[in-house]
């Protein structure tokens, strides 16, 4: 197997997701009305003067008096009550205007916080489109080499793999109290509440889990199925983690061997010592992958255990902790079909 040189960038990080909440305000609440001896005391009030206005002018001695106070005296009536209802009217528009701009203004703040969360949505998708792309992308992952090896096991992406897709929260809580005992405009209530609800998720986003802390993962299913999705974990460890950090260990039965030889291609299936082997052509001496249960107990006894015993020679080494965690590596990814 013939050695490549290839320098590996500074990780090229996105940004981390704000997990600052919005918060969304509570919408107006329903404009007090005027009901029952309240609403007849404000229309008594200009009436009473009008009453004693007329029992004034009734008082005086008509002899001799102008025509034109006459006049006034019966007309003051109902060019007062006119005058009493064009009030009332005026300040009836007066206070739906001022509730309609009340309304608007809620509406555009809702607005606001709209664009707000598609930013926020946007921003979201990108970062999970960019740490855990689909499997189409892997192919230019690999062959133009922008992002290739770029996860180290101080990230917190180092062997995360995407299982499939899903809603999933926004990384902005969205924060909507709503009081019970208040008495909201119902249309505009019911506005913030579908905002809310529209925008707790986002659809069709990767799902990832950690193969560093999960420890063990069972794929059960037709195996037609179950074999294609670990084979693309693999192809994202293979794609996104270095082979001196993760290394990958296969055993199969021979029947499925088809399906699993392009995994001696991989830097990451090499051997973690090399051993002399018995017979001049033993087939991928350099590899770790197994089909028989012969080949797994050598794997076992020249690869896997004599590293576990080199670990827990470093893990008893208190002297220099650095050095004990930095050769605690590669991680070993065991597929067993």
């Known amino acids: 197997m013939a050695n490549t040189t290839f320098y590996r960038p500074v990780r090229n990080y996105p940004d981390p997701s704000s997990t600052e909440s919005i918060k969304i305000d509570s919408p107006p609440q329903q404009p007090a009305k005027q009901e029952g001896m309240a609403a007849f005391l404000q229309l008594l009030y200009p ?5 004693i206005t007329v029992v004034m ?47 608007a203004r809620y509406r555009s703040e809702l607005a606001d916080r709209q664009r707000l969360i598609d930013d926020v949505k946007k921003a979201q998708q990108q970062r999970n489109g960019r740490l855990y ?32 897709l899903a809603p ?38 990767p799902i990832v ?27 994202q460890i293979m794609a996104f983690h270095a082979p001196t950090e993760v290394r990958i260990m296969a055993c199969f039965p021979a029947e499925s061997g088809p399906e699993w030889e392009w995994l001696k291609w991989l830097p990451h299936t090499r051997r973690l010592r090399q051993v002399l082997t018995e017979h001049k052509y033993a087939p ?24 576990l015993e080199r670990r827990g020679k470093l893990s008893q080494d208190t002297r220099e902790n650095v050095t004990g965690q930095s050769q605690m590596v590669p991680h070993l990814v065991l597929v067993l079909d």
């Open 209 to 235: 889990i950690s193969l560093r802390t999960l420890g063990t993962l069972a794929v059960t299913g037709a195996s037609s199925v179950t074999r294609m999705l670990v084979r693309a974990l693999l192809c």
């Open 47 to 51: 009436l009473s003067g009008v009453l």
């Open 133 to 164: 792309p689909d499997l189409s992308v892997l192919n230019a992952v690999v062959t133009q080499r922008q992002n290739l090896w770029e996860r180290r096991p101080t990230d917190d992406d180092f062997l995360q793999v995407r299982v499939g």
């Open 284 to 307: 991928e001496p350099l590899c770790l992958l197994a089909d028989t249960i012969a080949d797994v107990q050598e794997l076992l006894t020249t690869q896997i255990k004599p590293e």
């Open 168 to 205: 999933v929260q926004l990384c902005r809580p969205l924060d909507f109290q709503e009081d019970r005992k208040v008495d909201y405009v119902p249309e505009l209530l019911q506005e913030a509440r579908d905002l809310v609800m529209r925008n707790t998720a986002i659809d069709n986003q």
């Open 57 to 103: 002018l009734s008082s005086f001695n008509r002899s001799g008096m102008s025509p034109l106070l006459l006049i006034a005296e019966v007309a003051i009536i109902p060019l007062s009550v006119g005058v009493m209802f064009l009030s009332n009217f005026l300040q009836r528009r007066s206070e739906k205007q001022r509730v309609r701009a009340v309304h």
